[in-house]
């Protein structure tokens, strides 16, 4: 389990005052913004899923680095995808590029560089143009997706164990429900044209069967090495 305790509490810059966030600022640190959404996921796992897996994952950087602050997460993202499932709020691709610009820009006089991660694909598109934007403007920005190598698309098996090791309360597993299994690739076509309603009346893209604590413990410590590589990778 990646709990939000020790170092990346002790790094949350939202529990700061100004004092103190000065005194931090004048060691240049990175600034780990996690990017989510409110978002339906199935009718087993809460609609903050995807943001609940991006503060984890940004708070691991905090734990594993002492040059990290943790930025307040951002909720909302791109999903509309997801219309007509009660519960999902977006506010597009647009919306969210124009802030993460912004939130960036703000966010140079206090780090030397702000590392968004991101655990909804559907904010793709907003945060590579984001960032395509903020590079061009001279600013240190890197860009990290979570993505499981052969996981299901969305509310499947992959979603469900994260979210069993990380808030096993959360998840209605008697309500889980097999979703539609097919590639994404071949449900890409539908899926634009009406969206995740029109091939899965669940909400769910994959199979939530045989998900465990276990298997979710096992891949988010897998995405966090993955991070802390990138970060690393990236800040030399």
Do not use: K
Request: aromatic residues 2%; hydrophobic residues 45%; contains cysteine.
């Amino acid at each position: 389990m990646i709990p939000e305790m020790g170092r990346s509490r002790s790094a949350q810059l939202a529990s700061r005052t100004w004092p103190q966030t000065q005194r931090a600022a004048s060691r240049r640190p990175l600034l780990a913004v996690p990017l989510g959404s409110t978002e339906q996921h199935g009718p087993h796992l809460p609609l903050d899923t995807d943001t609940r897996i991006a503060a984890a994952l940004a708070a691991g950087l905090a734990r594993r680095r002492d040059d990290v602050l943790l930025a307040p997460a951002v909720p909302y993202g791109a999903s509309g995808e997801h219309a007509g499932f009660p519960g999902t709020l977006s506010v597009g691709t647009a919306a969210l590029e124009l802030l993460l610009v912004e939130l960036v820009r703000s966010a140079s006089d206090l780090c030397r560089g702000t590392v968004l991660v991101c655990g909804h694909g559907g904010n793709q598109d907003a945060v590579d143009g984001a960032t395509r934007r903020l590079r061009g403007e001279g600013r240190a920005v890197l860009a990290w997706m979570a993505s499981v190598p052969g996981g299901d698309a969305h509310a499947g098996r992959t979603e469900t164990s994260l979210m069993l090791a990380l808030r096993p309360g959360l998840v209605r597993r008697r309500r889980a429900a097999t979703g539609d299994t097919r590639p994404l690739g071949e449900l890409l076509p539908t899926l634009r044209a009406g969206g995740v309603a029109a091939v899965s009346p669940n909400g769910v893209l994959g199979d939530p069967a045989g998900a465990t604590a276990a298997e979710g413990e096992r891949l988010l410590a897998a995405l966090l090495d993955d991070l802390v590589a990138a970060v690393a990778a990236w800040d030399r």
